[in-house]
């Protein structure tokens, strides 16, 4: 069992529990308008569906921290926001409340529930009024922006992808590689599944959740895929059971007399791959993966072409950021993530710079890097040039510290730098939501709010 997981029987009950609940409440009925698309702001993993990490919203120059609490156990994924007023934070426990509300301007909290949330990385999909869609053990789940259980859609294996085509389809790929859609009103089919990676038979639902992180070959779809909801085509890698290398995909939704997903094309990876999100450029005409030794590759969103490849010298854990129309900046790299039985966890987790990397006429050039900084994170960029990053910094009580650095997109050099008090460990995440307000989570489970 992977560090940080809860007793997957438990999940299971508490899945069974939840869909009895939720049963009698289900209707085939659509509620109108009253759904909107994914909200304009950190609304999900990688920030939205493009898995671009970029701030739909400008940071202050000089942040300073607003307020902090603790949430009572460990996380392992960002807070995600509804642009509305509520951040919302996934926890791991045995008991208790795993997913709070809370209010961005004080911290309070709206709500809290407990849910049978599973992933390698738990952050609820947020929509424009503040529903949430969250990742479960075996499908997804549905809550109101008030906190109650709406529906429960099953999907074999646990969804890393659960992103809003538009106000009505959502977008659903497990871990073990089945795709499908359904209705954001109801929970209901809108498509039938598709198999990406085979079929999965008769496992666990959570069957090689474990190695998604570092994307081996044990866990076949590891992370969120880039969408493109203007053309409703999503980006993702795959490893089929079997098969010697990983490979870089499109799958489209296509409507008509019958609405269904189709592959578009698929091209092997042979430098292998890394358990980060596949990012999609500004222009929609590029999608950036990382390669097994944590090379930034860039491909074509029109056939899969191999465009450029730039060694970083390392390999991170959390996916890039988009800079600029051109521009990439890479991820941090955290103790939170199983590297395999041999793995002791230590402080460490080695170097992770910040590097700035450009899409120069077809070429890829690092553009500059700080090899000075240990990135603990995803980095976060925003519309007015600039990058938010967390690095290791001084020493607490508990262990070495934590700073929150604003950088300057042009050349990398340090705007701001902020110590995060009391806060040692690894980062489980960062984001920005709407009003320029900046959430870092830390793996012991305690949210900081800087604005």
């Known amino acids: 069992m992977a560090p940080g997981s809860t007793s997957r029987a438990g999940r299971v009950l508490a899945v069974a529990a939840l869909v009895g609940l939720v049963a009698g409440c289900a209707s085939a009925t659509e509620s109108g308008g009253a759904r909107l698309g994914q909200a304009e702001s950190w609304s999900s993993v990688a920030g939205g569906p493009d898995n671009s990490g970029r701030a739909r919203s400008d940071v202050d120059e000089a942040p300073e921290l607003l307020w902090s609490r603790t949430l009572g156990a460990p996380a392992i994924g960002v807070a995600s926001s509804d642009g509305i007023g509520t951040s919302f934070q996934a926890t791991v426990s045995e008991r208790g409340c795993n997913l709070f509300a809370l209010a961005t301007d004080d911290g309070r909290k709206r709500f809290c529930t407990r849910l049978p949330t599973d992933g390698p990385r738990i952050t609820a999909t947020v929509d424009g009024r503040g529903s949430l869609f969250v990742p479960m053990h075996g499908g997804v789940g549905a809550v109101a922006e008030s906190g109650e259980n709406r529906w429960f859609a099953p999907t074999r294996g646990v969804p890393t992808t659960v992103t809003l085509l538009d106000n009505r389809s959502l977008l659903l790929i497990s871990h073990l590689g089945v795709a499908r859609v359904v209705n954001a009103h109801t929970g209901l089919d809108a498509s039938p599944e598709l198999?990406?990676?085979?079929?999965?038979?008769?496992?666990?639902?959570?069957?090689?959740?474990?190695?998604?992180?570092?994307?081996?070959?044990?866990?076949?779809?590891?992370?969120?895929?880039?969408?493109?909801?203007?053309?409703?085509?999503?980006?993702?890698?795959?490893?089929?059971?079997?098969?010697?290398?990983?490979?870089?995909?499109?799958?489209?939704?296509?409507?008509?007399?019958?609405?269904?997903?189709?592959?578009?094309?698929?091209?092997?990876?042979?430098?292998?791959?890394?358990?980060?999100?596949?990012?999609?450029?500004?222009?929609?005409?590029?999608?950036?993966?990382?390669?097994?030794?944590?090379?930034?590759?860039?491909?074509?969103?029109?056939?899969?072409?191999?465009?450029?490849?730039?060694?970083?010298?390392?390999?991170?854990?959390?996916?890039?950021?988009?800079?600029?129309?051109?521009?990439?900046?890479?991820?941090?790299?955290?103790?939170?993530?199983?590297?395999?039985?041999?793995?002791?966890?230590?402080?460490?987790?080695?170097?992770?710079?910040?590097?700035?990397?450009?899409?120069?006429?077809?070429?890829?050039?690092?553009?500059?890097?700080?090899?000075?900084?240990?990135?603990?994170?995803?980095?976060?960029?925003?519309?007015?040039?600039?990058?938010?990053?967390?690095?290791?910094?001084?020493?607490?009580?508990?262990?070495?510290?934590?700073?929150?650095?604003?950088?300057?997109?042009?050349?990398?050099?340090?705007?701001?730098?902020?110590?995060?008090?009391?806060?040692?460990?690894?980062?489980?995440?960062?984001?920005?939501?709407?009003?320029?307000?900046?959430?870092?989570?830390?793996?012991?489970?305690?949210?900081?709010?800087?604005?």
């Open 195 to 451: 198999r990406l990676t085979g079929d999965p038979g008769r496992v666990d639902p959570g069957f090689g959740i474990p190695w998604c992180p570092t994307g081996e070959r044990g866990c076949p779809v590891p992370a969120p895929a880039a969408v493109d909801t203007a053309s409703r085509t999503a980006y993702l890698t795959a490893w089929t059971p079997g098969r010697d290398t990983p490979e870089l995909l499109a799958v489209r939704l296509t409507s008509g007399d019958v609405t269904f997903l189709e592959e578009v094309w698929r091209v092997p990876l042979p430098e292998g791959r890394l358990g980060t999100p596949v990012v999609l450029s500004e222009d929609r005409e590029r999608v950036y993966v990382h390669a097994a030794d944590g090379a930034l590759g860039a491909y074509s969103t029109v056939d899969g072409a191999a465009l450029w490849s730039v060694p970083v010298g390392y390999r991170p854990d959390t996916p890039p950021a988009v800079v600029s129309g051109d521009a990439v900046v890479t991820g941090g790299r955290t103790t939170t993530v199983w590297r395999g039985p041999d793995d002791d966890h230590d402080d460490d987790p080695g170097p992770a710079p910040v590097i700035a990397v450009r899409d120069d006429g077809g070429t890829g050039r690092e553009l500059w890097r700080r090899d000075d900084l240990q990135q603990l994170t995803n980095p976060a960029t925003t519309e007015d040039g600039r990058i938010v990053v967390a690095v290791r910094s001084g020493e607490t009580e508990e262990g070495p510290g934590i700073a929150l650095l604003l950088l300057d997109a042009a050349d990398g050099g340090t705007v701001h730098h902020i110590d995060v008090p009391a806060a040692s460990g690894p980062v489980a995440g960062l984001s920005v939501d709407s009003d320029g307000r900046i959430a870092l989570t830390t793996a012991m489970g305690a949210v900081y709010v800087f604005g």
